[in-house]
């Protein structure tokens, strides 16, 4: 079964680096956004079952986003991946619903760890 993922990050080169993290042998399709706004017109429009989300962004960051999948009942895993790797934002990221949190910059090993950890990957 496939599954949708979302990239979410200000930064090409972040999201460049994300994608290259993923299991190569993970059968997904991909889509990205630059920022919160755009990342909730994704999701607002189809299926995401997993979204990597920074936290620092423009426009709207990744804890308004988290926030608004609450209100809107979240219904796909959040990873955040984020340079922002202080204990409160890690707390709160997780509060407001993040299944995870991995420090950038994010490595192959760790995303297929959170992944398996969760049942995304078998």
Not at 55 to 83: H, R, Y
Not at 101 to 107: D, E, Q, S
């Amino acid at each position: 079964m496939t599954v949708s993922v979302l990239v979410v990050d200000d930064s090409p080169i972040a999201r460049k680096m994300l994608r290259k993290a993923l299991p190569v042998d993970w059968d997904i399709t991909v889509q990205e956004a630059c920022n919160g706004e755009e990342a909730m017109t994704h999701y607002r429009a189809g299926k995401v079952d997993v979204m990597f989300l920074d936290l620092t962004m423009p426009t709207m960051d990744g804890f308004e986003v988290l926030a608004a999948l609450q209100k809107e009942d979240l219904n796909c895993f959040v990873i955040v991946v984020s340079a922002d790797v202080q204990p409160q934002a890690r707390e709160r990221a997780l509060g407001l619903g993040a299944i995870a949190f991995v420090a950038k910059p994010v490595n192959a090993e760790s995303v297929r760890t959170v992944l398996r950890e969760y049942g995304v990957l078998v």
